[in-house]
């Protein structure tokens, strides 16, 4: 296995989703710590906890939370019903 396999795996294993919050937790790769990211009610900005930093298209100043965030919600509204329908059937 190559190193850029390895980091996807840890990259993956750092995000967390709470549907019942639609809120991400993102866990900081070098410290430790977990963040808060919440999606702002026009649904095209991310607001993260680490230093209130804002994402949206038209804004340079992000956080690498709020990147890796939009990339796997994204990733998530678009196969979420694909992942559902492949856990029902393994029950």
């Not at 866990?27 to 906890?49: A, M, P, Q, R």
């Amino acid at each position: 296995m190559n190193s850029n396999h390895i980091k996807r795996i840890d990259f993956t294993k750092s995000v967390e989703y709470d549907d019942k919050e639609d809120v991400y937790y993102v866990k900081s790769v070098t410290t430790g710590e977990k963040y808060k990211i919440n999606k702002l009610k026009d649904n095209n900005h991310w607001f993260c906890t680490c230093k209130g930093y804002l994402y949206s298209a038209g804004n340079p100043k992000k956080c690498k939370h709020t990147q890796r965030i939009r990339v796997i919600d994204q990733l998530y509204k678009k196969y979420a019903d694909k992942i559902t329908n492949m856990e029902l059937e393994d029950r």
